[in-house]
């Protein structure tokens, strides 16, 4: 069964202070690692696309890897819209094209 | 501008009756999804679709129904027969096919009263 496991739970930062949210897996055959931004109340934005292990990409002040059994999500400096909630979510093969979701971690970030 | 349209926003059930969440894209997506999201769980998968006329179950299929007559449409019902209705429920597409990521709509929160 596949699994992702989000931490930390929750993380409170002070604006400019870089930090990183992680997120572990266990998958057979891993097709992509995705990873999305959802704000209070509304939809989980896409954020990234991973496909494999080595592979980065940045957007603004977010920055995302992959190694074989976890990635992170490397925030530098954030600014306080960049709380929300952060959700990892894994695309196994030979399971259709479904997503299977971690819990998320809570950002809070203040001045 | 394309994208996914929930409604309603917001729902309320009473107890023992169906009710029916609306789910359009205009994304020209094949496969759409159904999720629902409750405090604390990550978002678990109801039912998906990956083509006109067909749809397979999720992890937690007891007490919902779909259909998907047309490409744009993936609408939900949450039967009486669900027990525990009250949540977020979430619809998303893809291109299908493997290594796309799923766009999501805003979300419709039913409550049981």
């Known amino acids: 069964e596949d699994q992702v496991t989000q931490s930390p739970e929750a993380l409170r930062l002070q604006e400019g202070e870089s930090s990183s949210l992680n997120c572990s897996y266990t998958?057979?055959?891993?097709?992509?690692l995705f990873w999305y931004r959802q704000d209070p109340g509304k939809g989980p934005e896409f954020l990234f696309t991973?496909?494999?292990a080595g592979e980065e990409k940045e957007k603004e002040r977010l920055k995302a890897t992959l190694t074989k059994k976890e990635s992170f999500l490397h925030i530098t400096a954030p600014k306080p819209e960049d709380s929300a909630t952060y959700l990892c979510?894994?695309?196994?093969?030979?399971?259709?094209?479904?997503?299977?979701f971690g819990t998320g971690t809570q950002l809070k970030v203040e001045l | 501008d394309g994208g996914i349209t929930q409604s309603p926003k917001y729902l309320f059930r009473k107890e023992g009756q169906n009710v029916t969440l609306s789910c359009e894209q205009n994304?020209?997506?094949?496969?759409m999804y159904w999720y629902r999201q409750d405090p604390g769980q990550g978002l678990r998968l109801i039912y998906y679709s990956q083509i006109v006329n067909d749809f397979q179950k999720g992890d937690i299929a007891e007490g919902y129904s779909v259909s998907r007559e047309k490409k744009e449409s993936f609408p939900l019902t949450v039967t009486s027969a669900q027990k525990n209705p009250t949540a977020f429920y979430l619809c998303?597409?893809?291109?299908?096919?493997?290594?796309?990521?799923?766009?999501f709509g805003q979300g419709t929160r039913l409550t049981v009263v």
């Open positions: 998958v057979s055959g891993l097709r992509g």
């Open positions: 979510a894994v695309q196994a093969g030979g399971g259709g094209n479904k997503l299977t």
């Open positions: 994304l020209n997506h094949d496969a």
């Open positions: 991973l496909y494999s």
């Open positions: 998303a597409s893809n291109e299908g096919g493997g290594n796309t990521e799923a766009f």
